[in-house]
Nanobody, 124 residues
Framework: QVQLVESGGGLVQAGGSLRLSCAPS????????MGWLRQAPGKEREFVAA????????YYGDSVKGRFTISRDNAKNTVSLQMNNLKSEDTAVYYC?????????????????WGQGTQVTVSS
């Protein structure tokens, strides 16, 4: 089964920016969609953003619209998440995911492959 390898994350002050990247272990991997979900302590895993591989259409969770941008690099087969104007409530473990977009979201149940997760901490 393909593995998703994440990079980026870390500690940043509120208002700052971070960039996450994710690459599949198999270069020939061709997903329907890839995205990011996050999970804060004591909360359920929630949808952040996803991008459909065929046409590049992107979708975002309400809490990150206008601040986060998801993009894909077809040549490198990677997906990235640029996070700007970070807030303390963005603090969570961020997971790269490959799955299906339904109703403009990628839910945990529609994910077929997960990354190991990377911590993003925003200090206020």
């Amino acid at each position: 089964q393909v593995q998703l390898v994440e990079s980026g994350g870390g500690l940043v002050q509120a208002g700052g920016s971070l960039r996450l990247s994710c690459a599949p272990s198999e270069r020939t991997f061709s997903p329907y969609a890839m995205g990011w979900l996050r999970q804060a302590p004591g909360k359920e895993r929630e949808f952040v953003a996803a991008i459909r591989w065929s046409d590049g259409n992107a979708y975002y969770g309400d809490s990150v619209k206008g601040r986060f941008t998801i993009s894909r690099d077809n040549a490198k087969n990677t997906v990235s998440l640029q996070m700007n104007n970070l807030k303390s409530e963005d603090t969570a473990v961020y997971y790269c995911a490959a799955g299906i977009i339904s109703g403009q979201v990628m839910t945990p149940r529609s994910v077929g492959a997960w990354g190991q997760g990377t911590q993003v901490t925003v200090s206020s």
